[in-house]
Structure formats: C-alpha cells, structure tokens
C-alpha cells in the first residue's frame, strides 16, 4: 500500500502561482512513476502530468505544457506540481497517484493509488 497525501492548494488571482505537493508513505517511492490528474466542477477527471521513477522522464497535458513543472525529490518521498501562470480553467481538484508503470503514464487506470485531492481555485 501507498499512501498519498496532498496540500497547497488554496485560492489565487490569475496569473499567479501555486506549488503543489504531494507527500507518499508505505512502500518504496521511487518504485513508483507519479501523476497529477485534476477534476474541475461537473466534469471528468483528466491528467495533467506525470514523472518517471527516476525524474528523467515528464510529460504533460497541451493545457499546461509551459506552465507547470512537475518534479520530484525521492529522498523526501515527494512529488511536485508548480503552477505558473494559473488560468481560471485550472480551478479543479488535483490529485497525485502512483504507478508501477515506469516512465509514467497519462492513462488513469494504470495509477494503483490514489490521494484525496487538494482544491485549486484561481479567481479572474
């Protein structure tokens, strides 16, 4: 089992910024590759970014390429999502998740854990 737990969330003007963490316990961290994936009001969840094992490898929604960084620090068991130039349509729910999959995967059924969410709100 692995155990996600998300903060820095909050309220935020557009154009401004938020860093994202997420803090992982249980088993080995860097055994897994980690996502972000977000949920707005009345619409589907989507992904956002993910990592790899070794933070070689990221990738990232068109929505936010260029925006947000996502990284990740093994030692301290943590995955990050800086968000810069917040829009009003990235007002969601964000949640991080852990994959077996090794170079990190867009796919939400190949994530086995799941956090519980923080919430993103970027007033215009």
């Known amino acids: 089992q692995v155990q996600l737990v998300e903060s820095g969330g909050g309220l935020v003007q557009a154009g401004g910024s938020l860093r994202l963490s997420c803090a992982a316990s249980g088993r080995t961290f860097s055994n897994y590759a980690m996502g972000w994936f977000r949920q707005a009001p009345g619409k589907e969840r989507e992904f956002v970014s993910t990592?790899?094992?070794?933070?070689?490898?990221?990738y990232y929604a068109d929505s936010v390429k260029g925006r947000f960084t996502i990284s990740r620090d093994n030692a301290k068991n943590t995955v990050y999502l800086q968000m810069n130039s917040l829009k009003s349509e990235d007002t969601a729910v964000y949640y991080c998740?852990?994959?077996?999959?090794?170079?990190?995967?867009?796919?939400?059924?190949?994530?086995?854990?799941w956090g519980q969410g923080t919430q993103v709100t970027v007033s215009s």
């Open positions: 990592i790899s094992r070794s933070g070689g490898f990221r």
């Open positions: 998740a852990a994959s077996r999959v090794v170079t990190g995967t867009r796919a939400e059924h190949e994530y086995d854990y």
